[in-house]
T-cell receptor
């Protein structure tokens, strides 16, 4: 079975600074990988996904993520954080071709002026 | 499209009462998921359906929980009897059929915050 680890429960960055959220997965082959964002009181929204091909994927809201097979990682990045990016971010992993995914515990992002 | 619709948004009930949560998926989506989110356990998949048929209910905590999908536009999650440890936010999500551009993407509803006293 697949599993996903988000090592950072809480991250604080200054507005305008760069951001990197870590995600490590455990799976025998290349899984389907996702990042979702959850604003307070709302459901999750997909930021980006990776199935195969180019290992750098672009998503919405200026986010990108890089798949590194050698490190079993799929880290989320943004070059310049805005106050509106404050939210909780979830990495998710699933077997290729299957709908069921496993979500990480989430990383809560705080943005300070 | 209005997105995934869940009702009620908030539910407060007493221990032992029956609770029914409702979900309307996005039209054309043939996968429907029920999740539970708590601080302690994060986001847990309870059950998911494909074309109204339950595919995997291994996450359903116990017999007190049941889910149905009588048609493509409606699903319910029922807890009977409810207990304080069931307090959580329950999310419904839907996903389009494979082969479409948004395949394997899950679209979440706003959630139902359940409090059992």
């Amino acid at each position: 079975a697949q599993s996903v680890t988000q090592p950072d429960i809480h991250i604080t960055v200054s507005e305008g600074a760069s951001l990197e959220l870590r995600c490590n997965y455990s799976y025998g082959a290349t899984p389907y990988l996702f990042w979702y964002v959850q604003s307070p009181g709302q459901g999750l929204q997909l930021l980006l996904k990776y199935f195969s091909g180019d290992t750098l994927v672009q998503g919405i809201k200026g986010f990108e993520a890089e798949f590194k097979r050698s490190q079993s990682s799929f880290n989320l990045r943004k070059p310049s954080v805005h106050w509106s990016d404050a939210a909780e971010y979830f990495c998710a992993v699933g077997p290729p071709g299957y709908q069921k995914v496993t979500f990480g515990i989430g990383t809560k992002l705080q943005v300070i002026p | 499209d209005a997105g995934v619709i869940q009702s009620p948004r908030h539910e407060v009930t007493e221990m032992g009462q029956e609770v029914t949560l409702r979900c309307k998926p996005i039209s054309g989506h043939d996968y429907l998921f029920w999740y539970r989110q708590t601080m302690m356990r994060g986001l847990e998949l309870l059950i998911y359906f494909n074309n109204n048929v339950p595919i995997d209910d291994s996450g359903m905590p116990e017999d007190r929980f049941s889910a149905k999908m009588p048609n493509a536009s409606f699903s319910t999650l029922k807890i009977q009897p409810s207990e304080p440890r069931d307090s959580a936010v329950y999310f419904c999500a839907s996903s389009p059929p494979p082969g479409q551009g948004a395949s394997y993407e899950q679209y979440f509803g706003p959630g139902t915050r359940l409090t059992v006293t």
